[in-house]
Protein backbone atom coordinates (compact mmCIF):
# COMPACT_ATOMS: atom_id res chain seq x y z
CA UNK A 1 0.00 0.00 0.00
CA UNK A 2 1.40 3.50 -0.86
CA UNK A 3 0.98 6.92 1.48
CA UNK A 4 0.76 9.96 -0.87
CA UNK A 5 -0.07 13.48 -0.16
CA UNK A 6 -3.67 13.85 -1.62
CA UNK A 7 -4.39 17.67 -0.92
CA UNK A 8 -2.96 20.86 0.18
CA UNK A 9 -4.55 23.55 1.52
CA UNK A 10 -3.51 26.81 3.02
CA UNK A 11 -5.00 30.24 4.15
CA UNK A 12 -3.83 33.62 5.87
CA UNK A 13 -6.02 36.29 7.28
CA UNK A 14 -7.25 39.63 4.48
CA UNK A 15 -5.07 41.88 7.16
CA UNK A 16 -1.82 42.60 5.68
CA UNK A 17 0.76 44.14 7.99
CA UNK A 18 3.27 46.22 5.94
CA UNK A 19 7.38 47.15 7.61
CA UNK A 20 5.90 50.73 6.77
CA UNK A 21 3.00 50.21 9.21
CA UNK A 22 5.31 48.84 12.05
CA UNK A 23 8.08 51.65 11.28
CA UNK A 24 4.82 53.73 12.94
CA UNK A 25 5.09 51.33 16.15
CA UNK A 26 8.52 50.29 17.06
CA UNK A 27 11.89 51.84 16.09
CA UNK A 28 12.59 50.39 12.99
CA UNK A 29 12.98 50.50 9.38
CA UNK A 30 11.48 48.64 5.67
CA UNK A 31 15.20 48.29 4.96
CA UNK A 32 16.23 46.85 8.22
CA UNK A 33 13.93 44.48 8.01
CA UNK A 34 13.72 43.36 4.25
CA UNK A 35 17.99 43.04 4.69
CA UNK A 36 18.08 41.36 7.50
CA UNK A 37 14.92 39.01 7.01
CA UNK A 38 13.54 39.39 3.74
CA UNK A 39 9.83 40.00 5.30
CA UNK A 40 8.16 43.03 3.39
CA UNK A 41 4.56 41.63 5.13
CA UNK A 42 2.70 39.58 7.13
CA UNK A 43 -0.78 38.73 7.60
CA UNK A 44 -2.60 39.30 10.94
CA UNK A 45 -5.63 37.26 12.10
CA UNK A 46 -8.67 39.62 13.58
CA UNK A 47 -9.16 39.46 17.20
CA UNK A 48 -11.95 37.02 17.77
CA UNK A 49 -10.37 34.75 14.70
CA UNK A 50 -8.68 31.74 16.93
CA UNK A 51 -6.26 29.28 15.33
CA UNK A 52 -8.79 27.06 14.56
CA UNK A 53 -10.08 28.67 12.35
CA UNK A 54 -6.97 29.35 10.31
CA UNK A 55 -7.18 25.70 10.55
CA UNK A 56 -10.47 24.79 9.00
CA UNK A 57 -10.14 27.49 6.30
CA UNK A 58 -6.46 25.86 4.95
CA UNK A 59 -8.42 21.88 5.67
CA UNK A 60 -11.57 23.15 4.04
CA UNK A 61 -8.88 23.26 0.34
CA UNK A 62 -6.83 20.72 1.41
CA UNK A 63 -9.97 17.73 1.46
CA UNK A 64 -11.55 19.40 -1.72
CA UNK A 65 -8.02 19.00 -3.50
CA UNK A 66 -8.28 15.32 -2.26
CA UNK A 67 -12.05 14.95 -2.91
CA UNK A 68 -12.83 13.56 0.41
CA UNK A 69 -15.62 15.05 3.23
CA UNK A 70 -14.88 15.21 6.53
CA UNK A 71 -16.49 12.22 7.84
CA UNK A 72 -13.60 9.73 5.83
CA UNK A 73 -11.00 11.73 7.94
CA UNK A 74 -9.27 9.01 10.11
CA UNK A 75 -7.34 11.11 12.49
CA UNK A 76 -6.13 14.93 12.54
CA UNK A 77 -2.73 15.98 14.01
CA UNK A 78 -2.54 20.10 14.67
CA UNK A 79 1.16 21.65 14.91
CA UNK A 80 0.77 24.89 16.62
CA UNK A 81 2.24 26.59 19.62
CA UNK A 82 -0.67 28.87 19.55
CA UNK A 83 -3.92 26.81 20.55
CA UNK A 84 -7.39 28.28 20.60
CA UNK A 85 -7.28 26.76 24.30
CA UNK A 86 -4.98 25.22 26.45
CA UNK A 87 -7.68 22.32 26.45
CA UNK A 88 -9.49 21.23 24.84
CA UNK A 89 -7.05 20.74 21.86
CA UNK A 90 -7.42 22.50 18.75
CA UNK A 91 -7.37 19.49 16.74
CA UNK A 92 -10.57 18.89 19.05
CA UNK A 93 -11.99 22.17 18.05
CA UNK A 94 -11.53 21.50 14.12
CA UNK A 95 -12.58 17.75 14.18
CA UNK A 96 -16.46 19.47 15.16
CA UNK A 97 -15.94 22.11 12.58
CA UNK A 98 -14.97 19.56 9.82
CA UNK A 99 -17.61 16.85 11.37
CA UNK A 100 -14.99 14.76 10.89
CA UNK A 101 -16.94 12.62 13.62
CA UNK A 102 -14.38 9.53 13.11
CA UNK A 103 -11.46 10.60 13.76
CA UNK A 104 -9.31 10.75 16.49
CA UNK A 105 -7.48 14.30 16.92
CA UNK A 106 -4.50 15.83 18.96
CA UNK A 107 -2.36 19.04 19.00
CA UNK A 108 1.70 18.61 18.97
CA UNK A 109 4.02 21.08 20.25
CA UNK A 110 7.37 21.60 18.13
CA UNK A 111 7.37 25.38 16.88
CA UNK A 112 8.89 25.74 13.78
CA UNK A 113 9.20 21.73 13.38
CA UNK A 114 5.67 21.35 14.18
CA UNK A 115 4.46 20.42 10.74
CA UNK A 116 7.45 17.91 10.15
CA UNK A 117 7.20 16.38 13.28
CA UNK A 118 3.24 15.74 12.81
CA UNK A 119 4.07 14.44 9.33
CA UNK A 120 6.03 11.92 10.89
CA UNK A 121 3.61 10.90 13.64
CA UNK A 122 0.66 10.64 10.96
CA UNK A 123 3.04 8.71 8.60
CA UNK A 124 4.22 6.25 10.93
CA UNK A 125 0.37 5.52 12.22
CA UNK A 126 -0.98 5.12 8.77
CA UNK A 127 2.42 2.86 7.95
CA UNK A 128 1.86 0.81 11.53
CA UNK A 129 -2.35 0.29 10.99
CA UNK A 130 -2.60 0.71 7.04
CA UNK A 131 -6.49 -0.29 7.61
CA UNK A 132 -7.49 1.72 10.44
CA UNK A 133 -5.54 5.41 9.06
CA UNK A 134 -6.84 5.64 5.34
CA UNK A 135 -6.68 9.69 5.65
CA UNK A 136 -4.68 11.57 8.07
CA UNK A 137 -5.29 15.83 8.05
CA UNK A 138 -2.13 17.44 9.31
CA UNK A 139 -2.20 21.19 9.79
CA UNK A 140 0.79 24.03 11.08
CA UNK A 141 -1.49 26.57 12.03
CA UNK A 142 -0.73 30.11 14.27
CA UNK A 143 -1.95 32.79 15.38
CA UNK A 144 1.59 34.12 16.13
CA UNK A 145 0.05 37.84 16.69
CA UNK A 146 -1.27 36.64 19.94
CA UNK A 147 1.97 36.27 21.51
CA UNK A 148 3.93 39.03 20.29
CA UNK A 149 5.25 41.75 21.73
CA UNK A 150 4.29 44.54 19.31
CA UNK A 151 6.42 47.07 21.61
CA UNK A 152 9.78 44.65 20.83
CA UNK A 153 11.09 45.38 17.49
CA UNK A 154 14.22 42.89 18.03
CA UNK A 155 10.77 40.25 17.45
CA UNK A 156 7.30 41.85 16.43
CA UNK A 157 8.97 42.50 13.05
CA UNK A 158 9.26 38.05 12.50
CA UNK A 159 6.38 37.23 13.01
CA UNK A 160 2.62 36.94 11.35
CA UNK A 161 -0.37 34.50 11.13
CA UNK A 162 -1.44 31.90 8.81
CA UNK A 163 -2.38 28.02 8.24
CA UNK A 164 -0.94 24.92 5.87
CA UNK A 165 -2.65 21.73 5.53
CA UNK A 166 -1.63 18.19 4.35
CA UNK A 167 -3.93 15.62 3.65
CA UNK A 168 -2.42 11.88 3.56
CA UNK A 169 -3.84 8.66 1.82
CA UNK A 170 -3.74 5.13 1.97
CA UNK A 171 -4.60 4.67 -1.57
CA UNK A 172 -4.05 0.96 -1.10
CA UNK A 173 -1.90 1.20 -4.46
CA UNK A 174 2.15 -0.04 -4.79
CA UNK A 175 3.67 3.35 -5.81
CA UNK A 176 5.91 4.90 -3.80
CA UNK A 177 5.16 6.50 0.03
CA UNK A 178 5.20 10.43 0.37
CA UNK A 179 7.83 9.67 3.00
CA UNK A 180 10.91 8.87 1.59
CA UNK A 181 13.54 9.76 4.69
CA UNK A 182 13.26 11.82 7.35
CA UNK A 183 15.94 12.91 10.48
CA UNK A 184 14.36 15.04 13.44
CA UNK A 185 16.08 16.08 16.57
CA UNK A 186 15.28 17.82 19.75
CA UNK A 187 17.69 19.55 22.09
CA UNK A 188 15.85 20.35 25.51
CA UNK A 189 19.56 22.14 26.87
CA UNK A 190 18.53 25.15 24.46
CA UNK A 191 15.02 25.88 25.64
CA UNK A 192 15.74 29.03 27.41
CA UNK A 193 16.93 30.72 23.60
CA UNK A 194 13.28 30.55 22.62
CA UNK A 195 10.60 30.37 24.39
CA UNK A 196 7.50 32.10 26.09
CA UNK A 197 8.23 32.27 29.55
CA UNK A 198 4.80 32.23 31.30
CA UNK A 199 1.51 30.96 30.77
CA UNK A 200 2.15 27.29 31.74
CA UNK A 201 2.42 25.46 35.24
CA UNK A 202 5.50 27.09 35.83
CA UNK A 203 4.62 30.88 35.84
CA UNK A 204 0.62 30.58 35.45
CA UNK A 205 -0.96 33.78 34.32
CA UNK A 206 -0.96 36.73 36.84
CA UNK A 207 -0.14 40.48 37.37
CA UNK A 208 3.54 40.57 37.35
CA UNK A 209 3.93 37.86 33.99
CA UNK A 210 2.04 40.42 32.31
CA UNK A 211 3.40 43.18 33.47
CA UNK A 212 6.73 41.54 32.37
CA UNK A 213 5.91 40.98 29.66
CA UNK A 214 5.85 37.32 29.65
CA UNK A 215 3.36 35.95 27.60
CA UNK A 216 5.07 36.84 24.44
CA UNK A 217 8.09 35.26 22.29
CA UNK A 218 11.44 35.43 23.73
CA UNK A 219 14.57 35.04 22.01
CA UNK A 220 18.10 35.32 21.49
CA UNK A 221 17.93 36.15 17.64
CA UNK A 222 21.74 35.89 16.96
CA UNK A 223 22.34 32.34 18.60
CA UNK A 224 19.29 30.97 17.35
CA UNK A 225 20.47 31.71 13.97
CA UNK A 226 23.86 30.40 14.08
CA UNK A 227 22.36 26.61 15.57
CA UNK A 228 19.82 26.70 12.94
CA UNK A 229 22.11 27.37 9.85
CA UNK A 230 24.43 23.92 11.36
CA UNK A 231 20.92 21.69 12.43
CA UNK A 232 19.00 22.19 8.98
CA UNK A 233 22.52 21.11 6.63
CA UNK A 234 23.38 18.19 8.70
CA UNK A 235 19.65 16.99 8.73
CA UNK A 236 19.49 17.87 5.35
CA UNK A 237 22.39 16.13 4.40
CA UNK A 238 21.47 13.13 6.67
CA UNK A 239 17.94 13.25 4.63
CA UNK A 240 19.65 12.66 1.17
CA UNK A 241 22.30 10.43 2.10
CA UNK A 242 18.99 8.12 3.52
CA UNK A 243 17.19 8.39 0.66
CA UNK A 244 20.28 7.96 -1.62
CA UNK A 245 19.50 10.61 -3.65
CA UNK A 246 22.33 13.46 -4.71
CA UNK A 247 21.27 17.29 -4.39
CA UNK A 248 21.23 17.36 -8.10
CA UNK A 249 18.04 15.65 -7.46
CA UNK A 250 15.82 17.27 -5.40
CA UNK A 251 13.81 19.42 -7.14
CA UNK A 252 12.67 22.06 -4.60
CA UNK A 253 13.83 22.78 -1.00
CA UNK A 254 11.43 23.75 1.11
CA UNK A 255 12.44 25.61 3.77
CA UNK A 256 11.09 26.46 7.24
CA UNK A 257 10.77 30.29 6.56
CA UNK A 258 12.32 32.00 9.75
CA UNK A 259 14.61 34.64 7.75
CA UNK A 260 16.00 34.31 4.05
CA UNK A 261 19.64 35.29 5.23
CA UNK A 262 19.42 31.41 6.89
CA UNK A 263 17.62 30.14 4.15
CA UNK A 264 20.25 31.00 1.64
CA UNK A 265 22.82 30.33 4.18
CA UNK A 266 21.48 26.32 4.59
CA UNK A 267 20.72 25.71 0.63
CA UNK A 268 24.47 25.99 -0.67
CA UNK A 269 25.48 23.92 1.57
CA UNK A 270 23.43 21.29 0.66
CA UNK A 271 24.48 21.35 -2.98
CA UNK A 272 20.96 23.28 -4.10
CA UNK A 273 21.21 26.45 -6.35
CA UNK A 274 19.03 29.06 -4.63
CA UNK A 275 16.68 28.72 -8.30
CA UNK A 276 15.79 25.04 -6.52
CA UNK A 277 15.01 26.74 -2.65
CA UNK A 278 10.85 27.97 -2.06
CA UNK A 279 11.19 31.25 -0.27
CA UNK A 280 7.79 33.79 0.13
CA UNK A 281 9.06 34.59 3.64
CA UNK A 282 8.70 38.06 2.17
CA UNK A 283 4.50 37.66 1.92
CA UNK A 284 4.16 36.15 5.55
CA UNK A 285 6.91 36.68 7.69
CA UNK A 286 7.35 33.30 10.14
CA UNK A 287 4.67 31.65 10.96
CA UNK A 288 6.14 28.95 12.68
CA UNK A 289 4.41 25.68 12.45
CA UNK A 290 2.14 27.06 9.24
CA UNK A 291 5.37 28.67 7.37
CA UNK A 292 6.19 24.60 5.51
CA UNK A 293 2.33 23.84 4.82
CA UNK A 294 1.83 27.65 3.70
CA UNK A 295 4.99 26.94 0.90
CA UNK A 296 3.77 23.56 0.34
CA UNK A 297 0.30 24.76 -1.04
CA UNK A 298 1.28 27.37 -2.78
CA UNK A 299 4.28 25.66 -4.46
CA UNK A 300 1.84 23.26 -5.87
CA UNK A 301 -0.64 25.31 -6.61
CA UNK A 302 1.65 27.04 -8.74
CA UNK A 303 3.09 23.86 -10.52
CA UNK A 304 6.66 24.04 -9.01
CA UNK A 305 6.24 20.94 -7.34
CA UNK A 306 4.52 18.43 -10.00
CA UNK A 307 4.26 14.09 -9.77
CA UNK A 308 7.21 12.37 -8.89
CA UNK A 309 9.12 15.85 -7.17
CA UNK A 310 11.65 15.46 -5.05
CA UNK A 311 11.22 18.12 -2.18
CA UNK A 312 13.16 18.40 0.49
CA UNK A 313 11.88 20.29 3.67
CA UNK A 314 13.61 22.15 6.20
CA UNK A 315 13.17 23.31 10.06
CA UNK A 316 14.18 24.88 13.16
CA UNK A 317 12.07 25.83 16.02
CA UNK A 318 11.32 26.40 19.73
CA UNK A 319 12.61 23.60 21.88
CA UNK A 320 15.15 23.41 20.49
CA UNK A 321 13.65 21.27 17.57
CA UNK A 322 14.98 20.93 13.81
CA UNK A 323 14.86 18.17 11.50
CA UNK A 324 14.62 17.29 7.65
CA UNK A 325 12.28 15.00 5.57
CA UNK A 326 12.03 14.23 1.67
CA UNK A 327 9.13 14.37 0.12
CA UNK A 328 8.26 12.04 -3.03
CA UNK A 329 4.98 13.72 -4.51
N1 LIG B 1 14.80 47.36 13.49
C1 LIG B 1 15.97 48.03 13.57
N2 LIG B 1 17.00 47.60 14.28
C2 LIG B 1 16.86 46.42 14.94
C3 LIG B 1 15.66 45.67 14.88
C4 LIG B 1 14.60 46.18 14.14
N3 LIG B 1 13.42 45.56 14.03
N4 LIG B 1 15.82 44.57 15.62
C5 LIG B 1 17.06 44.60 16.11
N5 LIG B 1 17.70 45.71 15.70
C6 LIG B 1 19.06 46.15 16.00
C7 LIG B 1 19.59 45.54 17.28
O1 LIG B 1 19.18 46.28 18.39
C8 LIG B 1 21.07 45.61 17.04
O2 LIG B 1 21.53 46.91 17.33
P1 LIG B 1 22.92 47.15 18.12
O3 LIG B 1 23.97 46.55 17.23
O4 LIG B 1 22.97 48.63 18.26
O5 LIG B 1 22.77 46.39 19.40
C9 LIG B 1 21.21 45.41 15.54
O6 LIG B 1 19.92 45.71 14.98
C10 LIG B 1 21.59 43.99 15.17
O7 LIG B 1 20.74 43.10 15.88
P2 LIG B 1 20.94 41.54 15.82
O8 LIG B 1 20.03 40.85 16.76
O9 LIG B 1 22.42 41.24 15.92
O10 LIG B 1 20.46 41.28 14.31
P3 LIG B 1 20.60 39.99 13.46
O11 LIG B 1 21.33 40.26 12.23
O12 LIG B 1 21.02 38.78 14.28
O13 LIG B 1 19.07 39.73 13.06
C11 LIG B 1 17.20 38.32 13.64
C12 LIG B 1 18.10 39.49 14.08
C13 LIG B 1 16.47 38.73 12.40
C14 LIG B 1 16.22 38.02 14.76
C15 LIG B 1 18.07 37.08 13.34
O14 LIG B 1 19.01 36.89 14.37
C16 LIG B 1 17.27 35.82 13.13
O15 LIG B 1 16.56 35.66 12.18
N6 LIG B 1 17.42 34.81 14.03
C17 LIG B 1 16.80 33.50 13.87
C18 LIG B 1 15.31 33.51 14.08
C19 LIG B 1 14.79 32.07 13.99
O16 LIG B 1 15.20 31.30 13.17
N7 LIG B 1 13.90 31.69 14.88
C20 LIG B 1 13.46 30.30 14.90
C21 LIG B 1 12.08 30.13 14.70
S1 LIG B 1 11.01 31.08 15.74
C22 LIG B 1 10.05 29.96 16.68
O17 LIG B 1 10.39 28.83 16.86
C23 LIG B 1 8.80 30.50 17.30
Not at 53 to 62: C, Q, V
Request: proline share 4%; charged share 20%.
Amino acid sequence: MSIRIAGTGSYVPDRILTNADLEKMVETSDEWIRTRTGIEERHIAAPDQPTSDLAYRASLKALEMAGITGEQIDAIVVATITPDYVFPSTGCVLQDRLGAKGAFCFDLEAACSGLLYSLEVAYSLMKTHPQRYKHVLVIGAEKLSCITDWTNRNTCVLFGDGAGAVLLENDGSDGPDCVVASDLHTDGGYGEILKMPAGGSLAPASKETVEAHEHFIHMEGKEVFKLAVNAMVNAGKTVLEEAGITPEEVNLVVPHQANSRIIYAVAPRLGVPDERVFININHYGNTSAASIGLCLDEAVRSGRIKKGDNVLLTAFGGGLTWGAMLLKF
